[in-house]
């Protein structure tokens, strides 16, 4: 079994909506990132969060890591184009820093 | 700052054949990271060094697979005798401090085991 559950697994949405990329652990984590992959380049680190209630945002893009850090939420306001991708969270597993990862959120913007 | 490297972006072998994967770090990270994602599943973690050294190697599948750190500069994954179960797309991460830093990865190499 997966250890962080990545939902949904692929996203369409119309340029200029909003649209929500969740990632839940049965466990409580040390850290949670997201990170950005196009294809044929390197993930790009987005966040991350460490602290129970914490949350983050860059330009149109927030994070958040719910209270018992087991659960994060990725939110983008008005898609554009540039923002298609995978996205995919990860996290520390624990105090040895070993990553775990979600399966990914492959997100279509349609024009 | 050029970031992490890795060669060759893609490899197509046969099963049977051995296969070096390298991975270039981006410079003065101590700490380098080996991951695998096998198509429609997860990225999973394989070693961690720390310089030279494994910290950690509890991902590696099996003896067929070969991390080296000469040096504690860039890093080699060899798999000897590569098998149909070893494609998928290897990753390689540097970070400077593992409490402080994310990790940086590379682009990722392409292997494909006929």
């Known amino acids: 079994s997966q250890e962080l559950e990545q939902s949904p697994q692929s996203l369409i949405v119309q340029e200029g909506k909003n649209l929500t990329i969740n990632c839940t652990s049965s466990?409580?984590?040390?850290?949670l990132y997201w990170y950005k992959q196009k294809y044929g380049e390197g993930l790009i680190f987005l966040m991350m969060?460490?602290?129970g209630g914490e949350e983050k945002s860059h330009e149109k893009i927030t994070a958040k890591l719910d209270e018992k850090k087991q659960q994060s939420s990725l939110h983008i306001t008005a898609s554009q184009p540039s923002h298609a991708g995978i996205y995919l969270c990860?996290?520390?597993?624990?105090?040895?820093?070993?990553?775990?990862w979600g399966a990914g959120t492959k997100l279509i913007i349609k024009p | 700052e050029a970031g992490v490297t890795q060669f060759p972006s893609h490899s197509v072998i046969e099963k049977g054949q051995t296969v070096t994967l390298r991975c270039d770090p981006i410079?003065?990270?101590?700490?380098l990271y080996w991951y695998r994602r096998v198509m429609g599943k997860e990225i999973k973690f394989l070693l961690h060094?720390?310089?030279?050294?494994?910290?950690?190697e509890s991902g590696m599948p099996n003896n067929r697979f070969l991390a080296e750190r000469t040096g504690g500069t860039y890093s080699t994954l060899k798999v000897q005798p590569a098998e149909l179960e070893d494609s998928g797309v290897y990753f390689c991460?540097?970070?400077?401090?593992?409490?402080?830093?994310?990790?940086?990865f590379g682009p990722g190499t392409r292997l494909t085991v006929l």
């Open positions: 991460a540097s970070s400077q401090d593992p409490r402080l830093d994310t990790q940086y």
């Open positions: 410079s003065g990270h101590d700490n």
């Open positions: 060094f720390v310089k030279e050294s494994k910290q950690d």
């Open positions: 466990k409580t984590l040390y850290g």
């Open positions: 969060l460490q602290k």
């Open positions: 990860g996290a520390d597993r624990d105090s040895n820093y070993q990553l775990i």
